[in-house]
């Protein structure tokens, strides 16, 4: 699509280091956005010259309250913002410690309520705009030891179906995006717990009926699409993108 | 913008309504279309657009489609199943032939019409198919069985056509709209004892406020069809304003 549909929006992404959050950056920035990539990770993951880098601990109230004070005194508002900033937990609920859980919930969740919460005042300024949230199909269906991952998704399926009923009425859209197999830095992880990473690789790529996994250039024209003025009528959805993967039943190998 | 340009387009229904809407966003971006009814050519139907008059739930008349794009234009990328029909009545009150006419334009056309053209769409490898689903296909809407039930055919086979021709290069979705202000929905509304008081209740339960518009679902169209969806396969995508991201008891409305 064209360049340059987003000149004139201020876009806030958090987890704006992450694979996601970086590719989700610079297709922002390539559309001409302003783009604040937040991320308590300071050194790795490289972005754009163009876009501000700024520190954001979502689970502090404080670190985010300050944050969008700042962001408010200097732009005057907010157009889109993406709540990208998330872990996951590779164990069972056995393995789970109570710590495990409350820090899974405290990013996943809690931070996206706290991010958005204090955002919000700043799109009412511009007149409405788009909150984009990442839930997963992890959502709906479960990969085997992600259980506290599984359950944060599902929660953020259900916030952003709460928050779109709420700010509607004042033109602030709320969408999901639900990502299958993404290669980032989390999947390698997830292979890495799970043996041989070729074989597992193949594997995966096999069970698509695309035949690949997704990249985070895919995930970002999904996310583009939801900021801007293209999807004005998109709200309170959960935006599955998976390359077909959970449209198929459980592959039985006969 | 220009996202589709040198694509060559196959839209459904395009005479009027939401499949007009995304006749005219094609042409706006780049791609060349042909259109299809069981009526004449509508008089105000842009001049680029080549139409044929068919009924497509007859395989000759699809077959007639399929050798009217590859004349005109030499190719067919994209494939947008959007003709519908709508009967307003129950299940005992529905005869054979109001089944056979429901059945045969929402069903018996769009399985044809991906048979006869996947292998054409799936020549350069990056072949879509989009077909419209419904939010009827999820939850019923009264008085409308055969088209709801028609409608849950349509994201039956979506998933199907997704898992089974991924590998053939080709990608399939549904678009689900909600309630877009067409002749259609009007007639919907006829059907209320008091139509204003129902529509008033209708906007009340959209999240954003109003009513789709079919250029709402031209925009997704436009996204589904371009290359910035191409991890995109298998889904069922809802536009509808929120409406059914809500629960249907709002004490608010009583």
């Known amino acids: 699509m064209s360049q340059g549909q987003l000149r004139g929006k201020i876009a806030l992404v958090t987890g704006g280091r992450g694979g996601i959050g970086r590719g989700i950056c610079e297709r922002f920035a390539k559309e001409g956005a302003t783009v604040i990539a937040a991320d308590i990770a300071q050194g790795e993951g490289a972005l754009p010259e163009s876009v501000h880098y700024e520190r954001l601990d979502v689970t502090d109230e404080d670190n985010v309250h300050a944050l969008m004070q700042a962001l408010g005194e200097k732009y005057g508002k907010l157009d889109i913002l993406v709540n990208a900033a998330a872990i996951e937990i590779e164990k069972t609920i056995e393995e789970t410690s109570l710590q495990d859980w409350n820090n899974i919930f405290a990013i996943n969740v809690t931070g996206m309520f706290l991010v958005c919460k204090y955002a919000v005042p700043f799109m009412r300024l511009a007149g409405g705009g788009s909150i984009i949230n990442f839930g997963s199909y992890d959502g709906f269906i479960a990969d085997p030891s992600l259980a506290a991952y599984c359950a944060t998704k599902g929660a953020v399926h259900a916030l952003t179906k709460a928050m779109a009923c709420d700010y509607g009425p004042e033109n602030i859209r709320v969408n999901a995006v639900c990502p299958g197999f993404i290669d980032t830095p989390m999947l390698q992880s997830f292979f890495g717990s799970s043996g041989d990473i070729d074989t597992l690789k193949e594997e995966v790529r096999r069970i698509h009926p695309m035949r690949r996994y997704g990249t985070p250039a895919d995930i970002a024209s999904l996310v583009n699409w939801l900021a801007g003025d293209e999807s004005v009528y998109a709200s309170g959805q959960l935006w599955i993108l998976d390359g077909g993967l959970t449209a198929q039943v459980q592959q039985m190998r006969l | ?254």
């Open chain 2, 1 to 254: 913008m220009s996202a589709l340009n040198g694509k060559v387009a196959i839209v459904t229904g395009g005479g009027r309504g939401i499949g007009r809407a995304v006749v005219d966003r094609y042409l706006a971006n780049g791609a060349q279309v042909l259109s299809c009814g069981r009526g004449k050519r509508p008089a105000d139907l842009p001049e680029a657009v080549v139409w044929v008059q068919a009924d497509l739930s007859r395989l000759e008349d699809v077959k007639r489609v399929r050798s009217s794009v590859l004349e005109s234009f030499g190719r067919v990328d994209i494939l947008v199943n959007n003709a519908g029909v709508q009967v307003e009545k129950t299940v005992t009150e529905t005869t054979d032939d109001e089944w056979d006419l429901v059945m045969g334009v929402n069903a018996k056309a769009v399985f044809l019409c991906c048979r006869e053209l996947i292998k054409d769409l799936g020549h350069a490898g990056a072949g879509v198919i989009i077909n419209l689903g419904s939010i009827s296909a999820n939850v019923a809407d009264p008085s409308m069985a055969i088209y709801n039930a028609s409608k849950a055919f349509v994201h039956g086979l979506t998933r199907s056509i997704a898992v089974d021709h991924g590998k053939d290069g080709v990608r399939c979705n549904a678009i689900c709209p909600g309630w877009i202000m067409t002749e259609m929905a009007e007639a919907g509304f006829d059907l209320a004892a008091n139509p204003q008081a129902a529509k008033r209740d209708a906007l009340a339960r959209h999240a954003v406020g109003r009513f789709g518009k079919p250029e709402d679902v031209a925009g997704l169209a436009l996204w589904l069809a371009s290359d910035d969806s191409a991890y995109a396969s298998g889904q069922m995508f809802v536009i509808d304003g929120g409406l059914t991201a809500a629960s249907p008891l709002q004490p608010g409305l009583f």
